[in-house]
């Protein structure tokens, strides 16, 4: 039995925070190299340019890729032997995104939905966002940090599609809503597409999807279809980087799927932007390890 250390969840939430702002996965990383190799357009080709050099120099200077510090996300997986209060886990990981913010200078982009107050803790109710989750992994305990811009959270949007529109009504979805939001969610992005479960299910699916790092496949065969396909159709649309023109629109687009009601079958989008940040913590009994 792993009992779980609460001071070092509240330490290693704040140090996730702090790390998934200014650090850049690898595959995202990957992900701009093969756009840029694969780019044709000139203007498209110059600002994948400008995005490859200010995660550079980001990185160089230890400061923040993007200005928006996002909604902070935490994802907990907590696998099979680990001993943990759910209260006190939760109360630690709000204290460690709380304490990212005011012991560093993090701008606190959470505010009250009605007066817009701001407790510059990036913090307010309900927010930090803690999903909770299990897997069988003995004695392992997985925190993930996910700060979600609003630009591309902007990008968010549910279709309760009807069984007669079938796959094909899900594609126009997902290609329409790519269109709409065009450079207004900062491509290139990854777009995530949540099909089946119900209205809430499906929108987090959607999530899930645009946070997966880039090179994974949906697990089911039918949204793995689907992913490569809309993959395809996205980039055909020229919407380009920043949304100025070329074949760089998405990474990928990312599919997660959910069986679903004889009478409907929902359909969301969650976009990430091209700034996918992300950062991860997995306890075991012999340590800490931080990566992505």
């Known amino acids: 039995m792993m009992k779980v250390d609460l001071e070092a969840i509240e330490e290693t939430a704040k140090l996730l925070y702090i790390r998934a702002l200014k650090v850049l996965p690898d595959d995202i990383k990957d992900g701009f190299k093969k756009l840029d190799a694969a780019e044709t357009d000139t203007t498209g080709k110059s600002i994948l340019a400008t995005m490859i050099k200010n995660i550079d120099v980001a990185e160089d200077t230890d400061n923040l890729l993007c200005q928006d510090t996002g909604i902070p996300i935490y994802n907990v997986t907590i696998g099979r032997g680990v001993e943990v209060d759910g209260v006190d ?45 299990f897997s069988d992994q003995p004695e392992e305990l997985v925190v993930e940090m996910i700060p979600k811009g609003s630009g591309s959270e902007n990008g968010s949007f549910l279709k309760m599609c009807i069984p007669a529109e079938g796959v094909a009504g899900i594609k126009t979805f997902v290609v329409d809503k790519v269109m709409e939001a065009g450079g207004k969610v900062c491509p290139p992005t990854i777009v995530g597409v949540g099909v089946g479960g119900t209205a809430d299910l499906c929108a987090k699916l959607a999530k899930i999807a645009a946070t997966r790092a880039l090179g994974s496949r949906c697990g089911d065969k039918e949204g793995a279809k689907l992913e490569i396909e809309l993959t395809d159709a996205v980039n055909s649309l020229g919407i380009g980087p920043q949304g100025l023109g070329g074949d760089s629109t998405s990474f990928a687009v990312h599919v997660e799927t959910a069986a679903t009601h004889i009478t409907m079958n929902p359909v969301a989008v969650n976009i990430q932007c091209h700034s996918a940040r992300r950062a991860k913590a997995t306890f075991t009994p012999g340590g800490v390890e931080i990566g992505f």
Do not use: F, M, Q, W
């Open 89 to 133: 886990l939760k109360a630690a990981i709000r204290k460690g995104c709380e304490r990212a913010t005011t012991e560093y200078p993090l701008r606190s982009s959470v505010v009250h939905p009605v007066t817009r107050e701001n407790e510059h803790t990036s913090s307010g109710r309900r927010v930090p966002v803690i999903n909770v989750d």
